[in-house]
């Protein structure tokens, strides 16, 4: 597998053959202009913000915890730091279409949208699904993504990044309410589960109790949810086919490879941060769910 870690957003451009961006804290990529990857199965990181809208990209892609596949169109957002999985079939050059906008934090950096931009959960990785738009919804989107596109490839004046700002912040505010009308939509009472779940495991696997308590068990997760522990896994098997403790270790894994990826600290430092009382445990966990040790993953970031 191929790891890529892009720590600007001009060393993106050069990966995929893009002219150098016009500013280089902010880019709008026209998915057209964009050749097919070779087929390959890789592992992408940015440093940087990243959102997508993609149409007929037939590309299997993994995002935190989820699957997708982008043969329609769909909307997608990272933050910096995420690990993308791509799989790529084809290798010969694919049409497609649509958008991607990448935004370093630097470019946000003394402003009030740096401040609330991890407020958009769709930005983490307890969105379990990619955002399905409407043509109507689709052409909004289209239409602010060339609005940013057009003013910075403009000379750059003191406005410049206000306007830019105005525009990224109605971009998420559209996409906020473009996420609530999929959840009304497609309101199905073992996906709210799901989505609580998720939830529950982020703050958890974000506050103090990782280190003061270990892993959270299944009882404890499903008395967050007020659910008993068999309902639990029997939603979560039909979902996922997985059961409650995989669902808690593939998270926690996913955890480990982004502090492993992004972090300097030592193998043993991140499997205290995790709740591990013997960095051997978490390594042998690690190991039995990705078939490498962390050190043999780090490495490949290097």
Same mark, same amino acid.
């Given at each position: ?31 057209e202009s964009i050749g097919s990857l070779p087929a ?39 933050a910096p730091g995420q690990v993308l999985r791509l799989?790529?079939e084809f290798e010969t050059p694919i049409k497609q ?55 910075? #490839? /403009? ?8 306007? %830019?700002?105005?525009?990224? $912040?109605? *971009?998420? !505010? ?67 086919? #997985? /059961? ?8 926690? %894994?996913?955890?480990?490879? $982004?502090? *492993?990826? !992004? ?40």
């Amino acid at each position: 597998m191929l790891h890529k870690r892009f720590k600007t957003i001009s060393e993106f451009h050069r990966f995929r053959g893009l002219p150098k961006p016009e500013h280089p804290l902010i880019s709008v990529i026209n998915l057209e202009s964009i050749g097919s990857l070779p087929a390959n199965e890789m592992s992408l990181v940015k440093d940087f913000y990243s959102i997508a809208l993609k149409r007929d990209f037939k590309i299997k892609m993994k995002y935190g915890q989820q699957d997708f596949d982008f043969d329609e169109g769909v909307m997608f957002f990272m933050a910096p730091g995420q690990v993308l999985r791509l799989e790529v079939e084809f290798e010969t050059p694919i049409k497609q279409s649509g958008w991607m906008l990448h935004v370093h934090p630097d470019f946000l950096w003394n402003t009030a949208l740096a401040k609330h931009i991890k407020d958009y959960e769709y930005f983490d990785y307890s969105v379990n699904e990619a955002l399905f738009l409407s043509e109507k919804e689709e052409n909004i989107i289209s239409g602010i993504m060339q609005n940013i596109q057009q003013e910075y #490839q /403009s000379n750059i004046d003191n406005f410049s990044q206000d306007v %830019i700002i105005a525009q990224l $912040e109605l *971009l998420l !505010t559209y996409s906020q309410r473009f996420y609530q009308r999929q959840f009304i939509t497609r309101r199905i009472t073992n996906h709210k589960i799901l989505a609580a779940l998720e939830e529950t495991l982020t703050k958890y696997f974000d506050s103090e109790q990782l280190i003061n308590e270990g892993l959270p068990t299944v009882q404890y997760i499903a008395g967050e949810l007020n659910i008993s522990p068999n309902y639990l896994g029997e939603v979560l098997k039909m979902l996922t086919g #997985q /059961s409650t403790q995989h669902h808690i270790h593939d998270r926690l %894994i996913e955890k480990a490879k $982004e502090k *492993l990826s !992004t972090s300097d600290l030592t193998v043993s430092e991140i499997a205290y941060e995790l709740g591990f009382v013997h960095p051997q445990s978490f390594s042998r966990l690690f190991k039995s769910k990705t078939t490498v040790s962390p050190a043999k993953f780090r490495q490949s970031f290097n």
